[in-house]
């Protein structure tokens, strides 16, 4: 089994920061691209940022020089940093793992796993 559990959000003013974390547990052996979507209900998701594992990055012009995506391999972490915080930027933030794991018979099998998600509110 592999799991994904997202970290860090809450309730923050407009201009203020948080630092978002994604970590992943399991049977993993390595872990491609990692990537952030948020989500507002009624809303198609939106891809926030993702890095790929030699540290390739993209981000969505809404959080262009705002936002900064980094990981820590070793501990199959990905991290969202947010500064500048707008109120649009409420949504629930998730992240997905494009990863190669070990099966139960010892095989490796490709997936990709999503976490559950952290709330992100960004109101006066």
């Known amino acids: 089994q592999v799991h994904l559990v997202e970290s860090g959000g809450g309730l923050v003013q407009p201009g203020g920061s948080l630092r978002l974390s994604c970590r992943a547990s399991?049977?993993?052996?390595?872990?491609?691209?990692m990537t952030w979507y948020r989500q507002v209900p009624e809303n198609e998701r939106e891809l926030v940022a993702a890095?790929?594992?030699?540290?390739?990055?993209n981000y969505a012009d809404s959080v262009k020089g705002r936002f900064t995506i980094s990981r820590d391999n070793a501990q199959n972490t990905a991290y969202l940093q947010m500064n500048s915080l707008k109120p649009e930027d409420t949504a629930l933030y998730y992240c997905?793992?494009?990863?190669?794991?070990?099966?139960?018979w010892g095989t490796g099998a490709r997936g990709t796993y999503r976490g559950q998600g952290t709330l992100v509110t960004v109101s006066s």
């Open positions: 997905t793992a494009d990863l190669l794991r070990t099966t139960e």
């Open positions: 399991g049977r993993i052996r390595s872990i491609n691209t």
């Open positions: 890095i790929s594992s030699g540290g390739d990055t």
